[in-house]
């Protein structure tokens, strides 16, 4: 007799029963606009950064205005165009990020975050396995819920973390440029999900920039080789990038100005900080250096020559070191035998990824290199003995690569390259109202247009005959913190008991951004379209007061959400007792029935109280009592027009 509920992992959504005074007559035909990030964007005269939010190191570019080609900016007192991702939280409470915080990585590591691109859009259960790779704390007051990271008394989002890398690349790019920068296109990895895109996109905002795209990594690299920046291009390539701690290979396909990712394999934890750890490991077997005497601050030490004898050993045959009074040596060929297990790893990545693809290896055109570690020159070359036929394209400063696609994307979206096709995606959810209030998204934020979703629900009602279906867009759990686009009846459905009409809702939105619902009763066929009554789009400080609210109160929405889903699934849960009782009461003993009265009661009871966990816990107890004699039943009737399926 279990319910499946959205939050125990099922699919079925009800809606909610329409008051007869509710029901409207249809709204005429009518089309509603809906704001498409971007459109404000395409002005001219706007000059929009591009940003490479990267683990080990975040850049920020843009196309100088003097040569036409894409730049990497440098601080205000050094050449240096790299900002380590590293931020520091200090003692007066501001932070501190770029090289000064990663000094702090030593002096105080539990207030010094790094890596804190792998946090983002994670829940602490998608991380406690590697929690204890971080010198500061991560918590876990709630498991389901995203992390936060501990500094001092305080606790911050990896989105808020994040959004100060962004706030430092604002400021380096507006001190540079001498204007104040306002719109940004930002980059992650291919495989990120929506949660993480979203997450990224958040961070922008908190750190007071308008995020026009969020770019793939590799489309990013392949753009800055100039493959793709014009429409005739037809080209497979693959993208190998070997940062500070992390490995991607990504295969795409470039076709009309679209870069569509075939395949995508990697590590997330395999990148260059692996190779200084080899260094040492090399160092540890050669020498009579002990690591085991050696003190936190010691060992980071360490680790921070390793990866200077590394780099060196890019240009370098031997490298030479002091440590406390001992000298150090790696050779070039020492090194590549310490590292040669962890780039086979790499190539092995890779062949997953081309066979994901389903391409043949001489299908690949060219080899892009990114990352700072495809500067050592063992990689290049077992990466192009690899892709045999393949060329290679190692001419541009691998940490540069995906900050300069990332400008070059900005440009066009800035509105200087009008000849480039550019796909749009929409900026907020749309979806439908269901049971108690609840905001149902079929049509997810960021999803590309044109788009079409569509999902199954049923009636919570006996008998009900019509539906009122009413349409939102927005971030939150409840519909009424939602933007309501329309609201229309889909009447004419045949009295079925609770459960049993399959009513599909298809949400389509075509390329201008023009949402048309439909509704239909699959048993019956009776069906309900409308183009959404008009309204004007949304201004981007709507959008963006949306986005921060739904941030605000994510936790609260989170408790609304499962409070009123676990009523939901009670008083359907108390509905299909009731009627279980009545159907089969030759076949139960009055002790049976009045035990399951009580398990009734104490639910209904637990549910004017509003506790969610004794809520839970009450139907489990009314579960596990009635489950060995509902199951027969539940299975003949309408337990089957239960599972209302997904057809996205
Ligand atoms: P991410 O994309 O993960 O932020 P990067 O692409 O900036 O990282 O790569 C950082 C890594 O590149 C570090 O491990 C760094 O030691 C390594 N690296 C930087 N310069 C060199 C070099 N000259 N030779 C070898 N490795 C290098
Ligand atoms: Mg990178």
């Known amino acids: 007799m279990q319910l499946v509920g959205k939050n125990r992992g099922g699919s079925s959504t009800w809606l909610s029963q329409p008051k007869p005074k509710q029901i409207l007559p249809l709204p005429a035909m009518a089309r509603v606009s809906i704001n498409l990030s971007g459109e404000s964007a395409k002005k001219k005269t706007d000059l929009v950064v591009g940003i490479d939010l990267g683990t080990t190191n975040s850049l920020v570019a843009i196309i100088d205005p003097e040569t036409g080609k894409p730049k990497a900016i440098s601080g205000d007192n050094s050449n240096e165009v790299i900002t380590p991702s590293v931020i520091h939280?200090?003692?007066?409470?501001?932070?501190?990020?770029?090289?000064?915080?990663r000094d702090?990585?030593?002096?105080?590591?539990?207030?010094?975050?790094?890596?804190?691109?792998?946090?983002?859009g994670k829940s602490y259960n998608d991380v406690s396995e590697f929690e204890s790779t971080y010198g500061y704390k991560i918590i876990d007051e709630d498991a389901d819920s995203l992390v936060k990271i501990k500094?001092?008394?305080?606790?911050?989002?990896p989105i808020e973390l994040s959004a100060e890398i962004l706030k430092e690349l604002k400021h380096k790019a507006e001190k540079h440029l001498n204007q104040e920068i306002s719109k940004a296109v930002i980059t992650v990895p291919a495989y990120f999900n929506d949660a993480q895109r979203q997450a990224t996109r958040d961070a922008g905002k908190l750190a007071g920039l308008e995020v026009l795209r969020i770019v793939n990594e590799p489309t990013a690299a392949s753009l800055a080789y100039g493959i793709g920046q014009d429409k005739s291009t037809q080209k497979t390539v693959a993208v190998y990038d070997l940062g500070g701690g992390t490995f991607d290979i990504s295969i795409l396909r470039i076709e009309d100005g679209i870069f569509e990712v075939l395949a995508t394999n990697g590590n997330t934890f395999l990148g260059g900080d692996d190779f200084d750890r080899a260094i040492v490991s090399h160092w540890v077997r050669s020498t009579d250096l002990d690591e085991t005497t050696l003190d936190?601050?010691?060992?980071?030490?360490?680790?921070?020559?390793?990866?200077?004898?590394?780099?060196?050993?890019?240009?370098?045959e031997t490298v030479s070191l002091e440590f406390e009074s001992k000298s150090l040596t790696i050779s070039r060929l020492d090194f590549e035998s310490s590292v040669n297990a962890?780039?086979?790893?790499?190539?092995?990545?890779?062949?997953?990824?081309?066979?994901?693809?389903?391409?043949n290896m001489d299908e690949i055109e060219e080899v892009v290199m990114v990352g700072g570690s495809t500067r050592t020159p063992y990689v290049v070359q077992k990466v192009s003995n690899y892709f045999r036929s393949s060329k290679i394209d190692n001419s541009l400063?691998?940490?540069?690569?995906?900050?300069?696609?990332?400008?070059?994307?900005?440009?066009?979206?800035?509105?200087?390259?009008?000849?480039?096709?550019?796909?749009?995606?929409?900026p907020l959810s749309l979806g439908i109202e269901t049971l108690g209030g609840l905001m149902d998204v079929i049509i997810p934020r960021n999803s590309r247009v044109p788009f079409r979703a569509g999902r199954n629900y049923t009636t919570s009602i006996d008998g009900q005959v019509n539906l009122k279906i009413s349409v939102f867009q927005?971030?939150?759990?409840?519909?009424?913190?939602?933007?309501?686009?329309?609201?229309?009846?889909?009447?004419?459905?045949?009295?079925?008991?609770?459960?049993?009409?399959?009513?599909?809702?298809?949400?389509m939105l075509d390329a201008d951004g023009i949402l048309k619902v439909r509704a239909k009763e699959l048993r019956s066929g009776v069906e309900q379209t409308i183009d959404v009554k008009p309204q004007y789009g949304l201004t981007d400080e709507e959008v963006e007061t949306m986005l921060l609210d739904s941030l605000k109160n994510a936790k609260q929405d989170m408790e609304y959400r499962s409070l009123q889903e676990a009523i939901n699934e009670s008083e359907y849960l108390i509905t299909t007792t009731v009627k279980f009782i009545e159907n089969n009461q030759g076949d139960l003993t009055d002790e049976q029935v009045t035990e399951i009265n009580r398990l009734v009661s104490a639910l209904k009871e637990s549910i004017a109280q509003g506790s969610k966990d004794d809520i839970q816990q009450k139907q489990d107890d009314l579960n596990v009592y009635t489950k060995p004699f509902a199951e027969e039943m539940m299975d003949k009737s309408i337990g089957k027009a239960l599972k209302g399926k997904s057809i996205q």
């Open 342 to 359: 962890l780039v086979q790893e790499t190539l092995d990545c890779c062949e997953r990824a081309v066979k994901d693809s389903g391409l």
């Open 296 to 316: 936190a601050k010691q060992i980071q030490k360490l680790r921070l020559l390793a990866e200077e004898a590394k780099k060196r050993l890019s240009s370098q």
């Open 89 to 101: 939280f200090t003692e007066d409470g501001r932070f501190d990020v770029g090289s000064s915080a």
């Open 151 to 157: 500094l001092g008394d305080r606790f911050f989002s």
């Open 474 to 507: 927005g971030e939150r759990d409840q519909v009424t913190e939602n933007r309501k686009l329309a609201e229309f009846i889909l009447n004419g459905i045949p009295a079925m008991p609770a459960g049993l009409p399959k009513i599909e809702i298809a949400f």
């Open 397 to 426: 400063d691998p940490d540069e690569i995906v900050a300069l696609g990332a400008a070059i994307e900005a440009d066009i979206l800035a509105g200087n390259r009008r000849d480039i096709l550019l796909l749009d995606v929409t």
């Open 104 to 120: 702090m990585l030593i002096e105080n590591p539990e207030k010094t975050v790094y890596s804190v691109k792998r946090l983002l």
